[in-house]
């Protein structure tokens, strides 16, 4: 008999070709999959993930299902597959869900962050961006607003993806100084393929003084990679938060 | 003529052999004395440290001190350093001092922390140790008095240095939790070599119940190192603050 279990975990993205299993690649999905199916007798196992992230990019927080023997309680399982895991995966809760419990489906708001230095930080190589020019960061949080609500993100998506329509609908974007960091926080309830990416580099442009903050409006309604800014570099970017109804 | 200049700097030490220029070796003193020459028409420049860390020891606060022309305003030189210095050492302030300040001998008090997390943590792999095992942090905390004051640290450091006596005089010692991390904070006038890193192994042996807090006294009163614990890996150690009189 096999159980749908939630596994919640954060990862260190930096040395992995992102999330999704691929073949000749580190991934975070590989590694996870390859371990359970170890702890299992070497039978098959997929985990569905609640999103995928891209190479290098970040997860402080990040849900997957599986549907598993029941040879382990919860908390066993969690120490014996922590203790099978490279150090920049961490099992942080497991935990017993209804059998149609969906991670990537169920999932109602997704956060992310996106982190960045002006000054040298030497320890924060790898989670942080350095952008050393000068930012009006209330500028970029006067652009922010046009983000907001459900509207066509086609202007921030790469192209060609598989997803059918490209709405989504953002409920909070916001820059703030943390410590010796520039924080970007945006929450919604699906993101495209470096969507939040692109957002930074087009908010970017608007602190550097390249645009106007009310421009990001009409790069929206453009609906054109080509109208928005660069993508900024993953390492950065953290998935922060995933919001389900049951958890 | 060349005026006496105090450098404020940190560095990630991951990737160095340690502060201490040495032929064949990536060294932090050697490579920032390398960027000094290079901005000073490749005239060979010596620069004094606080202290020497060790290979793959952290510093949030150093300090070293340089005599140099006078081509350049301190932030000016700041600006310049820093962009020829790799981005794991960072200058964070340059001030002119008297023509005698020494930032080794003037130096009154060291403090260094040394970071270790019990549960994985994805994002400090290279900033503090992965310790599983229980810990009774009271018992830690215990020890700690029996550090305090001056007394010959032998047993807590490395044989055949070049120092001429092994007193110390410790001031401050307490284990503390922050966020998800356990953090020593040690302060004295001076540390000897591999001190902090001995001292730490010797109160985790407390923490997990090898020795009793009191045996701590004894292990000083023996003056060998051989009664000390193991010393902890490099990589949860940062030289966090220097006081000189006058900065």
Same mark, same amino acid.
């Given at each position: 008999?096999?159980?749908?279990?939630?596994? %919640?975990?954060?990862y260190?993205?930096?040395?992995?070709?992102g999330w999704?299993?691929?073949?000749?690649?580190? *991934?975070?999905?590989?590694?996870?999959?390859?371990?359970l199916?170890?702890?299992?007798?070497?039978?098959? $196992?997929?985990? $569905?993930?609640?999103?995928?992230?891209? +190479?290098? &990019?970040h +997860?402080?927080?990040?849900?997957?299902?599986? #549907?598993?023997?029941?040879?382990?309680?919860?908390?066993q399982?969690r120490?014996?597959?922590?203790?099978m895991?490279?150090?920049?995966?961490?099992i942080?809760?497991? $935990?017993e &869900?209804?059998? #149609?419990?969906h991670? %990537?489906? #169920?999932? *109602? !708001?997704?956060?992310? =962050?996106y982190?960045?230095?002006?000054?040298?930080?030497?320890?924060?190589?790898?989670?942080?961006?350095?952008?050393? %020019?000068? @930012?009006?960061?209330?500028?970029?949080?006067?652009? *922010?607003?046009f983000?907001?609500?459900?509207?066509?993100? *086609?202007?921030?998506?790469?192209?060609?993806?598989? $997803?059918?329509?490209?709405?989504?609908?953002?409920?909070?974007?916001?820059?703030?100084h943390?410590?010796?960091q @520039?924080?970007?926080?945006?929450?919604?309830?699906?993101?495209? !393929?470096?969507? &939040? %990416?692109?957002?930074?580099?087009?908010?970017?442009?608007v602190?550097?003084?390249?645009?106007a903050?009310?421009? &990001?409006?009409?790069i929206?309604?453009?609906?054109?990679?080509?109208a928005?800014?660069?993508?900024?570099?993953?390492?950065?970017?953290?998935?922060?938060?995933?919001k =389900?109804?049951?958890?």
């Amino acid at each position: 008999m096999k159980k749908r279990l939630f596994f %919640r975990c954060a990862y260190d993205g930096t040395h992995y070709s992102g999330w999704q299993k691929q073949p000749n690649a580190k *991934t975070i999905q590989g590694e996870i999959e390859e371990k359970l199916s170890r702890l299992f007798g070497n039978q098959s $196992v997929d985990i $569905v993930g609640c999103g995928r992230t891209d +190479a290098g &990019v970040h +997860a402080s927080q990040s849900y997957f299902h599986a #549907d598993l023997p029941t040879n382990f309680a919860p908390d066993q399982l969690r120490y014996k597959l922590n203790n099978m895991l490279p150090l920049d995966i961490a099992i942080n809760e497991i $935990v017993e &869900v209804a059998e #149609d419990a969906h991670a %990537r489906f #169920d999932a *109602t !708001r997704r956060t992310y =962050y996106y982190f960045l230095h002006q000054h040298k930080l030497p320890f924060h190589q790898n989670d942080s961006w350095y952008y050393p %020019r000068k @930012l009006d960061v209330e500028k970029m949080n006067e652009a *922010t607003q046009f983000l907001l609500g459900r509207q066509d993100f *086609t202007s921030f998506s790469k192209l060609h993806t598989d $997803v059918n329509n490209n709405f989504c609908d953002i409920s909070f974007a916001e820059w703030k100084h943390v410590g010796d960091q @520039l924080r970007f926080e945006i929450r919604a309830n699906r993101f495209l !393929r470096n969507m &939040v %990416r692109a957002i930074v580099g087009t908010l970017l442009e608007v602190g550097n003084g390249s645009i106007a903050p009310e421009e &990001v409006r009409n790069i929206i309604a453009k609906e054109d990679r080509g109208a928005a800014g660069c993508s900024v570099p993953a390492k950065g970017l953290f998935l922060q938060k995933i919001k =389900y109804p049951y958890l």
